[in-house]
């Protein structure tokens, strides 16, 4: 006999339902006003603005892929598309022969700037404009609960690796 789930509540069921739909219009209209201001990708943004906040502007690749809840491969493929731009640079791990080191360039740290004004008001402008500062702080915490519960038991793209 198979055992049949639990059905969401109804109360869960509009969350689910909410949070998909809002993912759904939100991602294509950052997509589109991150192609138009720099031709890069929702990957590419993350792996660039990562690098940015980053010290010094570098960070292991497997580290990168992990944050962005991206495959390694996925992820090495849109680094190369950024190396080709001369956006970041990648290079050996002194540290670890296997690890490879991702580093913004000073063009790409200018593509960020160029983007950032443009991203920052899409993003207020379709996500927090109808939320008060409680609201978006609530939303915070709660996402926040739910990205510590997923990461607990996380597929191997979203794992975050241990340090040596």
């Known amino acids: 006999m198979t055992d049949t789930p639990a059905a969401l509540t109804p ?3 509009t969350a689910y339902l909410a949070f998909t739909e809002v993912s759904s219009l939100l991602r294509p209209a950052v997509e589109t006003q991150l192609r138009a201001a720099g031709d890069l990708s929702y990957i590419q943004f993350q792996l660039l603005a990562r690098l940015g906040d980053a010290p010094e502007g570098r960070q292991r690749m497997t580290d990168l892929a992990d944050g962005v809840v991206y495959s390694r491969s996925g992820l090495t493929y849109q680094a190369q598309l950024l190396e080709q731009r001369g ?27 160029a983007v950032f004004p443009g991203h920052i008001a899409t993003v207020r402008g379709l996500l927090f404009a109808p939320l008060t500062d409680q609201d978006a702080s609530e939303l915070a915490r709660i996402l ?6 997923l990461r607990a038991a996380p597929p191997r793209s979203a794992s975050r690796r241990r340090g040596k």
């Open 87 to 113: 956006l970041i640079t990648r290079s050996p791990s002194p540290d670890d022969e296997r690890s490879t080191i991702a580093e913004i360039t000073a063009a790409g740290h200018d593509v960020l700037r």
């Open 11 to 13: 109360t869960q069921l």
């Open 144 to 149: 926040g609960r739910v990205s510590e519960h």
